[in-house]
Every structure is written in C-alpha cells, then in structure tokens.
C-alpha cells in the first residue's frame, strides 16, 4: 500500500511511530527484505527499498477530544502527510452518539479542519449528508468521503427491491 490511513491516532507520539512504521531504514523501521514482495513486484523494481520511502503517504485519522487536543502537535510530525477528521467517533467522543451535526462537533470540525488547512497537510473527512460534506469543503476539507460502500450498497439494493416489489 502506498497510502495508509490509520484510525483513532491521539498523540504526536503515536504518528510519529506510524511514520517510522511504514517506512524503510534509515528513516524508518519496516522490513527491508522486500525482493520477494509484491510492493516490488515481487523483485522486478530493483530500487525499490531505496524509493519507496519518497512513494509513501500517511495519512492520520484524528477522532476524539484528546486527538482535537493534540492536532497542532500532530500536524507537527514530519511524514504525516494528512489529517482525516472521523466525525462519528469525534461526536461520540465529545458525548453526542450518533449526533456529528450537534453544534458543538461542528465547530470542532470547523476549527480542526481550519487548522489542518493552516498547516503544510492536507485535511480529510468523510461527510454522510450533502449538507455536510458541503459545509465541509467550505470549511477547508481538502479530500472528501463523500458516502460509505456498504451504505451506498445497502441503498442500491433497498432502491431495486422497492422497485420489484412495488411490481409483484
């Protein structure tokens, strides 16, 4: 994988670990016996340790209070290259369960997604509603989710079966 998004990342410490996690000495601690990989394609790039490191991109999932506590220090670790706000563990985090567009998780939101977009990362989220994910790409949201597969499945196929219902 070339891009990793990690969830629930809470400190600086953590996405420095990650960093080092998933990059190649020197800068990093991963496995270096990579010839027989399929990331090297099973051999067949032959500078792939020495490359992959610049091929990389890591991208945090910040979703609770301590997560929102710690983002400056976060956006401040080399090799994070993104910050992914979860707004349905964030809002049940902050104690509204289900709730993401409780005033409250929204000026969260708003004031981690400026933040991020002040920094050198890119800010994510994943937005469930049309209102949402516009307010979010007003509010600095650089890379969107803009539905979940399972949910967009789900709805195909109560859509179809509402169809041929309606028909039998």
Known sequence: AQTVLVPMVDTAEQAAQLVRAMRYPP??????????????HFGSITDYVQTAND????????ETRLGM?????????????????????????MGYP???????????IKDMLTRIGASDKAAGILGVSEAATQDYA????????????VGVFTKAIRDLEGQWRSRI
């Open 69 to 93: 506590e710690n983002l400056d220090a976060i956006l401040q670790v080399e090799g994070v290259d993104g910050v992914f706000i979860g707004p349905a563990d964030l809002a049940a985090d």
């Open 138 to 149: 007003d509010w600095g949201a650089q890379f969107l989710a803009v539905g979940v597969d």
């Open 55 to 62: 091929q990389v991109c890591l991208l945090v999932q910040v």
């Open 27 to 40: 800068h990093g601690i991963r496995g270096a016996g990579a010839a027989g990989a399929r990331a090297s």
């Open 98 to 108: 289900g709730n993401s567009a409780a005033d409250e998780v929204k000026a969260a």
